[in-house]
């Protein structure tokens, strides 16, 4: 290694300077090596840690990694073998997450986390680096008191304007959990390529949690100027949900809301309209609701009608539907089988027919399984008749169904089975 950045370091490089010059010769060997050699090397470099015999595994970790990233530098291998190097990087990057809160625990996280600050520094630079996106792994569940000196270390320490992609990512997240929205922007603006949409997913899902709306619209104009409406990959959900929070015209709204249908989603929905006044959301329900009924021989688009329909109480359409589309009512989707719940308990008048329909295209089936179905159907209707004291409507039914099906004997073996 060229030099020991932080005390320490030298010593343990020389313990394991043969494990880790063995390791680097198992990634950059010339056989053709799949994802389950590079775990069984990544395996095998963590089983020749557990052997030192230090309390300071983390220092371990960290000088195996740099010391493999120096040998791939000077031998100038890295681009060659990049995919080797990278799994390897991040199997170790992985150990070191996955150990941070004992780190906590035994008071070793602070030590650690400033070696590793050191690193990125040091390295700033270089974009085949590995410390930078363990940086930002580490950040996505770090507390305050451990941000604050991060934030204030980098601030001191980067040039911007000459640091690598991976460190300005790294950097601007740092950033932005330290809330300066317009800092962490003008640190992505001082790289000169643009960006791909999922390096940035995890700036822009802190912004819609903490809804920096206005900052999040700033940032899609400031990084991506020239891309058009639709195009912007992963970050495409954050963006709509902006557009419809902030103030925005009509073609913006359709524009939204036309992408949506094309992959309808209830949950998105909620998500997308959670912030409309009451008739603004009706003036929405009353588009979209014909546009997905003409969409039902698609299975998101059916299962986002019937979620509609039950949350809003459309219940008249939603016996319009039943009446016109359930041709097998053995099969049932979940969220139809809790919209006709809803429709026997919240509205009867309309659940009624429903269910005389149902029954008859039960029996239809011609099988003991259907025959059941009906009977549980049947016993259903039975007390939609009982709450609006029309029990007596229901007998003469039920009379007539099963004069019109006196040769089903299994279905009459069926409704005699539960007393109807």
């Not at 997450?97 to 996280?109: L, P």
């Not at 970050?235 to 992408?259: G, Y």
């Not at 169904?401 to 089975?417: P, V």
């Amino acid at each position: 290694m060229e030099q020991s950045l932080f005390k320490g370091e030298a010593g343990a490089f020389a313990a394991i300077e043969q494990d880790i010059i063995h390791t680097y010769k198992l990634i950059t060997s010339s056989r053709y090596i799949t994802n389950r050699h590079l775990e069984q090397i990544s395996a095998d470099a963590k089983k020749r840690l557990s052997y030192v015999e230090s309390e300071d595994d983390w220092l371990y970790v960290l000088t195996y990694m740099r010391g493999i990233y120096t040998l791939a530098d000077r031998a100038a291998t890295y681009e060659e073998y990049e995919r080797r190097f990278h799994y390897f990087f991040q199997a170790m990057s992985d150990e070191l997450v996955a150990d941070q809160e004992r780190m906590k625990e035994t008071g070793t996280f602070r030590p650690f986390l400033e070696r590793l600050l050191f690193l990125v520094v040091y390295h700033a630079e270089e974009a085949e680096a590995p410390w930078p996106p363990l940086l930002f792994q580490l950040l996505k569940s770090m507390e305050r008191s451990y941000l604050d000196p991060v934030y204030t270390f980098l601030s001191e320490s980067v040039d911007r304007s000459r640091c690598a992609r991976p460190l300005s990512l790294s950097y601007s997240y740092a950033v932005l959990l330290a809330d300066d929205e317009k800092a962490a922007l003008s640190i992505l603006l001082a790289q000169p390529h643009t960006y791909l949409d999922q390096e940035l997913r995890s700036h822009f899902e802190l912004l819609k949690q903490r809804s920096k709306w206005q900052a999040m619209k700033e940032w899609v104009g400031a990084l991506f100027p020239h891309k058009h409406q639709g195009t912007f990959g992963s970050l495409q959900p954050f963006i709509d949900e902006m557009k419809t929070t902030l103030p925005a015209n009509k073609k913006e709204f359709d524009s939204v809301w036309n992408r949506w249908l094309l992959s309808p989603s209830y949950q998105r929905f909620l998500t997308f309209s959670k912030h409309y006044r009451d008739d603004e959301l009706e003036e929405l329900l009353n588009r979209l609701l014909p546009e997905l009924k003409r969409r039902l021989h698609q299975v998101e688009a059916a299962k986002t009608f019937e979620k509609l329909l039950l949350t809003t109480k459309r219940y008249e359409l939603a016996a319009d539907y039943f009446l016109k589309h359930e041709r097998d009512p053995l099969r049932m989707r979940p969220e139809k089988i809790e919209l006709l719940e809803a429709m026997r308990h919240e509205a009867p008048d309309y659940a009624k027919p429903v269910y005389h329909q149902l029954v008859i295209r039960l029996i239809e089936k011609k099988s003991r399984l259907h025959y059941e179905q009906a009977a549980v159907l049947l016993k259903e209707l039975k007390g939609i008749y009982e709450q609006d004291d029309t029990l007596f409507l229901f007998a003469d039914y039920l009379t007539r169904l099963k004069k019109m099906y006196r040769t089903y004997r299994a279905f009459i073996e069926e409704l005699k089975r539960i007393g109807l």
